[in-house]
């Protein structure tokens, strides 16, 4: 079955920088997209960074210029390096598989920016 995990979470102070894997198994991994989502207390889940099977890249527009997304497709991952990270970063961070219509999620990994 489809499985996505992740993994390089923790806490940060603002300014610094994080990276976050997503490894993925189930899959012929390099015939999908994955994406990047985040969830803050109380508020929706929301996009952060999307790659393609071709590596082409969308960002929400609160992480652009700051975070970067990338796969390997050779180890199954994708990875998203967080830059310059702020307060507002905070939440949990997950990733994503559309794989025959249906959403697949990982666990999640808690990012916390903080002083």
């Known amino acids: 079955q489809v499985q996505l995990v992740e993994s390089g979470g923790g806490l940060v102070q603002p300014g610094g920088s994080l990276r976050l894997s997503c490894a993925a198994s189930g899959i012929l991994f390099s015939n999908y997209g994955i994406g990047w989502y985040r969830q803050a207390p109380e508020k929706q889940r929301e996009l952060v960074a999307q790659i393609t099977i071709g590596g082409m890249t969308n960002y929400g527009d609160s992480v652009k210029g700051r975070f970067t997304v990338s796969r390997d497709n050779a180890k199954r991952a994708v990875y998203l390096q967080m830059n310059s990270m702020k307060p507002e970063d905070t939440a949990v961070y997950y990733c994503?598989?559309?794989?025959?219509?249906?959403?697949?999620w990982g666990q999640g990994t808690q990012v916390t920016v903080s002083s």
């Open positions: 994503n598989c559309k794989v025959r219509g249906r959403d697949y």
